[in-house]
Structures are given as structure tokens and as C-alpha cells.
């Protein structure tokens, strides 16, 4: 775990900027994974982004990868709640929610947050030791993904044909490659969620006719 900061004699406004710090740290190994990588990430760069000395980031984290943890739970646990937050707002079928889910995972990975597209890109990246600490948030993100997917099957908006679990880590893995090669001169963001809903959707809907 992070080592915890040292006792100040200056009182709590030097543990509040020595926290603001370390979340400065955290959110700098976030910007320089999601555009490095895990084998890219470099302490000297986030020091560069965090406008700290690369020797001060030991204060808060032992070593690199320490560090890319923290980035990476804080990441998953954003993506789950930014998820979360468009899905409480949302109205319709289940196929309309799955829509929102879609726009809402593409709008978090290629722009809103840099933790989470960390995380999302990041994990696969994760020797197995790291990746098996953040397994369980993995899956909690999956999980509210089969529970959409669930809820179109029952109520007969999806093709019975179709192994849901199959069809859910391809839509999955889709999205989540569009991190690879998307950017804003390639088409906005709208067009790619546009997009993106219309493959999902029709591919998965069940045909009524």
C-alpha cells in the first residue's frame, strides 16, 4: 500500500497540500499511462506532468509500479461510477440503456477522464500479479454490462441466438480499441458514440419481423 505521509509540525494545511500533491502524482501517472502505456511510463515523466522531483514521488508511492496501481484503481473505480451515474439518469427499453452505457464508457475512455482510460487501457498491460489485484473491479464493471445485456435478453430485445457472455466481450473489446486509434481528426465524438450504439445495437437486437 501507498506509504502514508509523515506527521507535519506546520499542522493540517501541510497535510492538506502534501494530499493535493499526492493526488497531482496520481493524476499525472494517469495522463502519461494512458498516452505511454504501462511499459512507458517512465517516474521522471509523471514528475514532469506533476511539476514535482522525480525523488519526491517516493514520499507517497515506494516504487513505480505502486504508483501505477493507484492510478489504475482510482481509474476503474471512476469508470464504474461514471457508468453508474449516466445509467441512474436514463430512461426507455434496456436496448435504449445499453445505448447510454455505450455512449457513456466511449465519452469516459477517449475523453473525460484520464484515470479512467488508464485503467481501461492499462490493465491488459499489468503483469498477472498487478492485474490480479484489480481482477474484482474488473469484474464489477463487467457485471453491470451483463446486467444490461440481461435485462434486453428478457425482455426479447436480443437475439436468443446469440451467447450473450460471447457477445458481451466483443462489444466490450470493441469499444475499448477505439482508445487505440480514435482521435478528434479521425471524426468527432458524437459521430464515433453514433456509431458505435447503431453497430451495437443492431447487432445485438433481436428481429421482429
Known amino acids: 500500500m501507498p506509504a502514508s505521509p509523515a506527521p507535519s509540525s506546520e499542522g493540517t494545511g501541510r497535510g492538506t497540500k502534501s494530499a493535493r500533491t499526492r493526488r497531482r502524482v496520481v493524476d499525472a501517472a494517469a495522463h502519461v499511462l494512458v498516452r505511454r502505456g504501462y511499459a512507458g511510463t517512465r517516474l521522471s515523466d509523471v514528475a514532469a506532468v506533476a511539476q514535482v ?101 428478457a425482455a426479447g430485445e436480443i437475439d436468443r441466438d446469440l451467447d450473450p457472455g460471447v457477445a458481451l466481450m466483443v462489444v466490450l473489446g470493441a469499444l475499448n480499441w477505439t482508445a487505440e486509434w480514435w482521435d478528434p481528426g479521425r471524426g468527432s465524438l458524437e459521430g464515433i458514440i453514433a456509431t458505435a450504439q447503431r453497430l451495437v445495437v443492431d447487432g445485438l437486437a433481436a428481429d421482429h419481423e
Open 53 to 153: 522531483q522525480a525523488p519526491a514521488i517516493y514520499y507517497y508511492f515506494s516504487s513505480r509500479d505502486e504508483l501505477i496501481e493507484e492510478a489504475v484503481a482510482v481509474g476503474l473505480a471512476r469508470a464504474r461510477t461514471l457508468v453508474e451515474e449516466a445509467l441512474a439518469e436514463a430512461d426507455g427499453s434496456p436496448l435504449d440503456r445499453l445505448r447510454v452505457a455505450v455512449a457513456a464508457h466511449l465519452s469516459t475512455l477517449l475523453t473525460h477522464s484520464d484515470h479512467a482510460a488508464a485503467a481501461i487501457r492499462t490493465v491488459p498491460q499489468l503483469p498477472e500479479s498487478m492485474r490480479a489485484r484489480h481482477r474484482q473491479a474488473e469484474r464489477d464493471y463487467v457485471e453491470i454490462w451483463r446486467g444490461l445485456v440481461a435485462e434486453a435478453r
